[in-house]
């Protein structure tokens, strides 16, 4: 098959606080040229990508996409992904090396670019559909079937600014659904809307796929990449690790931040997450995984023990310490102490100890979560309270040993099924 | 090579690149929906939608009135000084608008210029859409305020669309530069009101260009926005055009396109990474 997009020896260089830099005026460069008017011709003309100023967002990256192939890029925050889709959407230009291109592009790094509050649903379809590419009678032509694909229904003459989140978003991405271009570039934008929609935006997306058009697809997102996709590349550090099929990349991507991620341990003493008038009893939290080992990712259905180290004046009396789980978007999932579950109930403890909990199967899908963390002297009232204390990541994991990966939900409900005609 | 089916190459470009005219027209309908976009919110914000429209150049021309055409008493070539002043405000508002909103245009879409790709140039063009909206509806005015002092145009008010164009042309240098300058130096668009407005005054737009001594006539000459006014007033009032000014002022806008294009073809391959 034919190779519609190869990428040869790609690099991108960034300044460094350049935003903030170039913020600052007129009047600082006039001020600048005034008082140094020889620096600026030295910077022009000295090899100034030397600096501790410039870095390479992207180095020496060649890949080549065959027609029709779906192509998964991972790799951790800051590795480049966005920065190699917004190269190959031409957002942005290269420094160096190239791009080629065969056929008609469409880059989807959001769902509803330029969507305006104030107009209608209707007027947005027209708007985010010319942004997006499209032709105005291409628009009129699908109009009906975006709005159904939407299911907004009536309120598609309603200003957007009245819209809920949730139909925003599906307008937005139903719009985006449309699009009918021979390549398609997607960044993480699956990470909004509900759960329902999500799957239906990611079926009409293999559809996409099966009608052999060429897709680029950037996700946090592990099980939506292995559903999506074949191969997959790697990035780190601005540079292409590895090249190959889904699984196996998929495998090295999640060892990789297992290990970088094993960040020791969290200092409490001075946490910014603690609440006032509370006295700063908590000293350090950290997690250990099956064996024994101080991680702060873990899989799913994994073994895992919390440890938390006070230290206070006086006597402990019978100390109490409480985690409790949020996702990242501050719901509450589970809350634990040492008094409600059973194990460490001290009496007359002195002012320094630990205290550790271990959950055998953590009961969690692969995201992100945060543990608020409390200590009290007795069950009376609690002395210490730290907001968003210590941060984990759940990695997705066959849990049930069926192949399935569960998710859309928060927890992991261990369950057996049986049948009885 | 092999290469050569692949029908986009995307590489660093150094130094001056012309403008991709034929892309730009591939994209004209994002032009249009950008422009139409403008033109209805700006009617579904205000209450007063079209009349806000008419109300910059009229309040103008009501109060320049009463202070330099009643009070001051400058000459107005022969006409009631309303008609006059509103003929000249009419096209300098126009203008002004333009230039003030293309300058602002690129700011204004940061969110498009970081997540899509189109031609940069498509923003600060779009930008003239709702202006031209506004400048259609406050000229119908103009024929009111001339109809209420019994003056009526003639043949040469046909001229009157290639005015506009030649506007156009001239805010279009204009714009496109300080749009670009506005990307890098965020502080210029604070001064571009300023500038505006002191523009004005150096316009024979609220007093005649008679009123200005013969040997200095070249300095507003190399002003565009002074001939343009000018025409405006010829091809209203029936009154000769002064071609050889028209002339100086088009060539004048076209050096400020020349210009604003190179610069802002240069800047633009910035705007993504510094927006």
New interface residues.
Partial sequence: M?TVI?VENLGKL?QLG??QA??????D?IVDALKSPFRRFTRLRGKDTDGDDFFWALEGVSLEVREGEVLGIIGRNGAGKSTLL??????????????????R?S?L??VG??F?P??TGG?NI??NG????M??AEISRKYDEIVEFAEIGRFIDT?VKRYSSGMYVRLAFAVAAHLEPEILIVDEVLAVGDASFQKKCLKKMGTVAREGRTVLFVSHNMPSVQNLTTRCLLLEKGQVVMTAGTEEVIKKYMNDVAQADAQPVMELAEHPGRLAGMTPALRRIWMTGGEGNIVNVAPMGGEVTFHVEYEIDGTARQPIVGLIFETIHGSRIYGINNKVAPGAQVTDAPSRGMLSCHVPSLPLIAGDYFITVTFARSAERDIDWIERAYRFTVMPADVYGTGHIPRDCLGILYGEWTFSA | ME?S?????????QGWSPVDWRELWRFR??MF?LAW?DI??RY??TVLGAAWAIFQPFAGMVIFSVFLGSFVKVPSDNLPYPVFVYAGLLPWTFFANCVGGASNSILSEA????????PRLVIPIASFGSKLFDFIISFFIMFLIMAYYRIFPGASALMTPLLVLFTLLTAFGIGTFFSALC??????RY?IPVIIQLWMYATPVVYPLSIVPARYRWIISLNPVAGLIDAYRSALFGKPFDWRSIGTSLAISLVFIVIGLAYFRKAE?RF???I
Avoid: C, N, W
Avoid at chain 1, 90 to 99: A, D, H, W
Avoid at chain 2, 111 to 118: A, C, M, N, P, V
């Fill in positions: 034919t190869k960034y350049i935003k170039m913020r600052d005026s007129l009047r460069v917004k190269l190959i959407s031409r957002i942005t230009e290269p420094t160096r090396g190239s791009i080629k291109i065969r056929g592009v880059s790094l959001e670019t330029g305006h104030e107009l007027e027209y708007l010319s942004i997006l590419g032709s105005r200003p | 290469d089916h692949f029908d986009t190459v995307i590489e660093s470009k309908e994002l929906t976009r209805k919110v579904k914000q969110h498009l210029i970081s997540k899509i790709y189109f990307v890098t130096y965020r502080d210029v001064i391959k993504a990474d510094i």
